[in-house]
């Protein structure tokens, strides 16, 4: 029986937008916080970026952001003493708000789901800080319409790890199989939660990931079409394809 969705967090309740001058801006207000020349803003930024390239795909392991704006204020030359690592990196994050964007539906889609007796999770893969990030969820009233959160940068492990699902299910107390995952990557959020046990739905409404659709239980192009998806779950008992 159906008894909870779980959705991705970025593309498919909200947006995220990269915008260079907004990166540049992030990594500009670290280094006037640390005190380092903003000079080096370019340098600073490049340094940042390899560090997020650089990443295997393939790894499951978040990456730590506190020990990558460490290594690049030391070489830098600033010390990179924690508390001025997290001050650095709440000062970026806050660079970044005109990047979020809330999907119009979303809260209505969260409702929704709620108002046919179902849970609400949420599995994000992020490297921000979870207070940062949860506080974010809070002032979007997504915070407050989750029975469960599952973030990476707590789990230390990013999905498509199976650790991931296992924790959605636990932190919901349910089995995998009455767990509708809903979001917009075919490996993070169809693949991996299906081989849990999972239903799945790809969420196309941002974009369209690349590979077989059809991998999918279902694929929606726009958020409220879920609620719809909802009814044929309950009715077929049958779990996401894998």
Request: net charge negative; hydrophobic share 45%; glycine share 8%.
């Amino acid at each position: 029986m159906l008894r909870a969705v779980a959705f991705d967090y970025r593309n498919t309740l909200a947006e995220f937008r990269w915008d260079e001058g907004l990166w540049h801006r992030g990594v500009r207000t670290m280094l006037e916080l640390a005190g380092a020349d903003v000079a080096e803003t370019a340098r600073a930024a490049e340094l940042l970026r390899r560090r997020l390239a650089d990443r295997d795909p393939s790894d499951p392991i978040e990456l730590d952001y506190v020990a990558a704006v460490g290594d690049m204020l030391a070489a830098l030359g600033v010390p990179a003493a924690a508390g001025l690592v997290r001050r650095c990196i709440e000062a970026e994050y806050r660079c970044w708000a005109p990047a979020r964007h809330v999907h119009p539906d979303a809260l209505a889609l969260l409702d929704g789901v709620r108002g046919r007796g179902l849970r609400c999770a949420l599995a994000a893969n992020t490297f921000d800080p979870p207070e940062l990030f949860r506080a974010d969820l809070v002032a979007q009233g997504i915070a407050g319409r989750m029975d469960a959160i599952v973030l990476s940068c707590e789990l230390g492990l990013r999905k498509p790890h199976p650790a991931v699902y296992a924790a959605v299910a636990a932190a919901l107390d349910l089995d995998p199989v009455d767990v509708l995952f809903v979001g917009d990557r075919l490996r993070d959020d169809v693949l991996g939660p299906a081989a849990a046990g999972m239903h799945t739905c790809l969420a196309t409404w941002y974009r369209l990931d690349p590979g077989d659709r059809s991998r999918a239980g279902a694929v929606c192009t726009e958020p409220l079409q879920v609620l719809g998806e909802l009814e044929g779950i309950v009715e077929s008992g049958s779990p996401g394809k894998i």
